[in-house]
C-alpha cells in the first residue's frame, strides 16, 4: 500500500490535516506517507493574495467570511494555533514546498512542515521571502542556508514538476486529500478513519 498526503502549505485545512496525521506519528508505518506539496493558485503574486477579495469575488462575502470561520474552527478543534488576521493573506508557496522537497529524510520534511504552517498561520509570516523562510528552517533544526543553496538545483524544481503533474492528472479535488495505491482516499479526516488507514498500511508491509 502506498499512501500519499497532497496539500498546499498556505492552506488553513492543510494545516489542519496535517495536524490530524501528526497524531500518528508513533506508527511506524505514518512516517512512510509520502509528502506532497502542490501549489493550488500558482497564480499567486509575490507580495500574496488577499484571501477575503479572492473568495468574495468566488462566492460572495457572506461565504468568504464563513469559510474563513470554518477554516479557524476546525483548527481550535485540533488545538492548533491560528490568527485570523495572519489567515487573509496568503503567501506564495513554491519556495517553501520546494524546501521540504529539498529534505531527503521524512523526519525532516515532517518538521519543517510542522514549522511553515506555524510560521504562517501563528505568527502571519511570509514565507515567500527567502530570509523568512531561511529563519523558519532554522528554527526548525535544519540548515537553512544548504536548503535554500539546494533548492537552485534543477532537481528540485524537476520534482516539483514530476508532484505538480501526478496530482493533476487526479482532476481537480479540494485540497488536501490522500492518494492511496493511485486513487483518492475520498474519506473525511476523521481521526479513527486515518487510524485505520495507516493500520491497514501497517499489514499490507507485513504482508510484503
Known amino acids: 500500500m502506498k499512501i500519499e498526503f497532497v496539500f498546499d502549505i498556505v492552506y488553513p485545512m492543510s494545516y489542519v490535516a496535517f495536524e490530524k496525521l501528526k497524531q500518528h506519528w508513533n506508527e511506524p508505518t505514518a512516517r512512510k506517507i509520502e509528502l506532497l506539496p502542490v501549489q493550488v493558485l500558482p ?8 484571501v477575503i477579495e479572492y473568495l ?30 495572519h489567515m487573509r493573506r496568503m503567501p506564495n508557496s513554491q519556495l517553501a514546498h520546494q524546501a ?5 529524510n521524512t523526519f525532516d520534511q515532517y518538521a519543517l512542515t510542522q514549522a511553515i504552517f506555524h510560521a504562517i498561520f501563528a505568527h502571519g509570516k511570509d514565507i515567500s521571502n527567502p530570509d523568512v523562510l531561511r529563519d523558519v528552517i532554522e528554527g526548525a533544526g535544519l540548515n537553512g542556508s544548504k536548503v535554500l543553496r539546494s533548492i537552485q538545483h534543477k532537481e528540485i524544481v524537476d520534482k ?8 493533476q492528472n487526479f482532476g ?32 499490507s508491509l507485513a504482508e510484503t
Open 43 to 50: 497564480e499567486i503574486p509575490e507580495e500574496g493574495l488577499d
Open 160 to 167: 516539483q514538476r514530476d508532484i505538480t503533474q501526478y496530482v
Open 100 to 104: 521540504i522537497l529539498a529534505l531527503d
Open 172 to 203: 481537480k479535488h479540494p485540497t488536501p486529500y490522500y492518494i492511496v495505491d493511485g486513487e483518492i482516499w475520498d474519506k473525511t479526516f476523521d481521526t479513527l478513519e486515518l487510524k485505520q488507514l495507516i493500520l491497514d498500511h501497517a499489514q
Open 56 to 85: 468574495t469575488k468566488r462566492y460572495g462575502s457572506a461565504e468568504a467570511y464563513r469559510k474563513l470561520d470554518m477554516a479557524k474552527s476546525a483548527a481550535y478543534g485540533e488545538n492548533i494555533e491560528v490568527n485570523l488576521e
